[in-house]
């Protein structure tokens, strides 16, 4: 190889070799900035304790989280807002969109998070954590949002009081699309665990939701006004409806739930408001409630005032362990219910004497008395039902 052949080659690499060192330390002085990291994928990682978050379960890590979401939702393409392990005490605090510019949004949350217990920091009807107008947002990784409800649950008047004031939610979601939550965990919420409000194309996964029995109004996961959402395979023992589907809601598939303790799944209440929107397609399927106080119904207010539907409803493939009542309904299949009983009326179709309940269909329902002494019985009020296959109690006459 001759000198000027060598002389190039040499160049090109010192060329190659300067480069790369360089664009390393333009990476290493963005992230210094910015306090923003480049993964292998070309996404950006942002760090809530690159914003001062000190994880040590005491100091306030709000503003922290605050400032780490501006970064993440203000950047270009992937993003990814990690919370590491660790325990942060938050206040209520909300991560809202839109994100112009991000094509998808990644929360791997793998800390624990524990609420402030002062009830006057929280507006009306808020989520503890809320996240507000964000299109492609996944929540995962594992961790935990501790409401720390026991302190809030005596202020709790809802049980009691139509205009009670609602105390907030661990995980709140408005407004969303295509939104995943996978492996996260909720305890003991001041009220709902999670709700969805007005959101579209939601996917919840492995979804770990625990409160004590005794616990009011902590449903598990609350959905309303929302379409194309589907929840499955997850665990649900709270003080309330595991899941509630309220007003406005279409498409909706809960699937593979284990439910207990709780208050079983339901529907509504429904009719409590003026103008609530219809409830249509929602599938119930292949769970189980095990000491629930109710398995699957539809609740209704008396004397609504206005009018909606509730229709093309079908819960199938339902085992139940021992509730001690069963099922309420309306405009709806029930398919394949199995399971043992421990109140002596094992199946209620209770519906309004001044609109009755039709089309309901029942098939291949089997539920016996836990006790073993005697077979359990039916009731019905104000309802057209349609048996099909094996009825265990017997139908009504």
Not at 35 to 40: F, W
Not at 131 to 152: I, P, Q
Not at 213 to 220: R, V
Not at 261 to 290: A, C, F, K, W
Request: aromatic fraction near 8%; proline fraction near 5%; hydrophobic fraction near 35%.
């Amino acid at each position: 190889m001759n000198t000027e052949l060598d002389s190039k080659l040499l160049l090109v690499l010192f060329i190659i070799c300067f480069s790369d060192a360089f664009a390393g330390g333009s990476r290493t002085m963005i992230a210094q900035v910015k306090n923003i990291h480049y993964k292998e994928t070309s996404s950006l990682l942002v760090n809530v304790k690159d914003f001062g978050a000190r994880a040590d379960g005491r100091t306030d890590d709000s503003k922290a989280f605050e400032a780490a979401w501006k970064e993440a939702c203000e950047t270009t393409g992937a993003v990814t807002l990690l919370v590491p392990h660790g325990t942060y005490l938050i206040g209520p605090i909300k991560f809202a969109g839109p994100c112009k510019n991000v094509s998808n949004i990644t929360v791997q949350m793998k800390g624990y998070l524990i609420a402030s217990t002062n009830l006057s920091e929280y507006r009306f009807g808020a989520g503890w954590v809320e996240f507000g107008g964000v299109e492609g947002l996944t929540l995962t990784g594992g961790g935990t949002f501790d409401g720390r409800g026991a302190k809030a649950w005596p202020y709790n008047g809802c049980p009691t009081h139509f205009n009670c004031k609602l105390l907030p939610t661990n995980v709140k979601f408005v407004a969303m699309k295509k939104t995943i939550v996978r492996r996260i965990t909720s305890v003991n919420s001041k009220s709902f665990h999670i709700a969805l409000v007005e959101c579209k194309n939601f996917r919840g996964s492995k979804i770990k939701i625990s409160a004590p029995a005794n616990s009011p109004n902590t449903d598990g996961i609350h959905i309303e006004r929302s379409s194309s959402v589907h929840v499955s395979r997850s665990h649900i023992g709270t003080g309330d409806d595991c899941i509630s589907v309220g007003q406005g809601n279409s498409e909706v598939t809960i699937a593979s739930i284990t439910c207990g303790p709780g208050h079983g799944i339901s529907v509504g209440s429904l009719g409590r408001y003026p103008n609530e929107g219809d409830v249509r397609g929602l599938v119930v399927r292949d769970s189980t409630m095990t000491g629930t106080m109710n398995g699957v119904r539809i609740k209704t207010w008396a004397n609504s005032p206005g009018s909606s539907a509730a229709t093309n409803m079908t819960f199938e493939n339902i085992i139940m362990n021992n509730p001690p009542s069963r099922v309420k309904l309306s405009d709806i299949y029930f398919k394949n219910i199995r399971g043992t009983s421990s109140s002596a009326v094992a199946v209620a179709l209770e519906c309004s004497k001044g609109i009755p309940c039709q089309n309901i269909y029942l098939e291949n329902v089997h539920l016996d008395l836990s006790s073993g002494e005697k077979q359990p019985t039916s009731s019905c009020k104000n309802v057209e039902a349609k048996y099909i296959g094996t009825q265990v109690p017997p139908p009504c006459a």
